[in-house]
């Protein structure tokens, strides 16, 4: 979203700086053009007719089915980025108890040390996310070989993490565990 | 001098390694003319970084709360906070 709103208002910016100057150096009549011929001089007349039938039309009610649909989609998306601006940023630690905090690369190592001791697992990977109550969101991808016992293999992860952060006093509010058949030949560990 | 006194009052911990240095932006204060890395003190909050020591002699929270303990007589009315920015494995 931060880069987003970058984006945003640099061209914002950019557009009231260009509008900015253009009106000034207009206002004194060097080019000897009027105010109507603005959209003209712009290259914009085009655009300017399309708006003016536009406003004509909202002010006397007779937008096509079409308009309405797409001023209603402007509105969500309007509401929807609107939201996700006042929307709090997600916290970049993980939260233990109150004033008590692990940096998510902390927890993804001892998430990922967890994991590469699970029977049947040739590497993993974890991603940790921090919410804004107590506990981690942990999303783990583990490579087994072709063929193995998923399901055992992911209740064994599951298992195996969850102890493993719970005895180091790290809770977990979220697990996500995604199990990828890999080749032994291209993965960290080829047996275990 | 309260960074300067809780980084001794962490290091003094059981568990603890080292002071960590922050993971975005660098965990220091400016004392007494030189830098005192892995505690940040504003009016309000006293943010005490550390890398801790594995395998645990106790869990983090455990860990955590000696550590306030140990600095709140400095600490005063300030909010304390403690991060764990890393996890140092040690040859028992």
Redesign the interface.
């Known amino acids: 979203m931060r880069v987003f709103n970058r984006i945003v208002l640099i061209l914002l910016f950019a557009g009231l700086f260009v509008l900015g100057v253009y009106t000034v150096v207009y206002s004194f009549n060097l080019f000897g053009y009027d105010l109507e011929d603005l959209p003209r001089a712009l290259g914009v007349s085009g655009f300017y007719h399309g708006l003016e039938t536009f406003v004509e039309n909202v002010e006397s009610g007779n937008l096509s089915v079409l308009t309405v649909i797409t001023l209603v989609v402007i509105a969500l998306l309007g509401l929807i980025l609107l939201i996700a601006e006042l929307k709090p940023p997600a916290p970049?630690?993980v939260r233990?108890?109150r004033?008590?905090?692990?940096?998510?690369?902390?927890v993804a190592?001892?998430v990922v040390a967890a994991a590469e001791r699970t029977p049947g697992v040739l590497g993993t990977s974890a991603r940790v996310k921090a919410r804004r109550r107590p506990g981690a969101q942990v999303n783990l991808e583990a490579r087994v070989r072709r063929g193995e016992d998923t399901s055992a293999i992911q209740s064994n992860l599951r298992r195996l993490v969850r102890e493993h952060l719970a005895?180091?006093?790290?809770p977990v509010s979220k697990l996500n565990v995604k199990l990828v058949e890999a080749d032994p030949r291209r993965t960290k560990t080829r047996v275990q | 001098m309260l960074a300067r006194a809780a980084v001794q009052a962490a290091l003094a911990t059981e568990g603890v390694h080292s002071m960590g240095r922050g993971r975005f932006v660098e965990a220091a204060t400016y004392e007494g003319g030189e830098k005192v890395s892995g505690a940040v003190v504003s009016p309000e909050e006293l943010e005490i970084h550390i890398v801790v020591r594995y395998p645990l002699p106790e869990p983090i929270p455990e860990i955590a709360r000696s550590i306030m303990e140990r600095v709140a007589p400095q600490a005063g009315d300030r909010k304390t906070v403690v991060v764990v920015d890393d996890l140092e494995v040690t040859e028992a």
């Open positions: 970049r630690r233990v108890q004033g008590i905090y692990v940096s998510r690369g902390a190592d001892e005895q180091r006093g790290v």
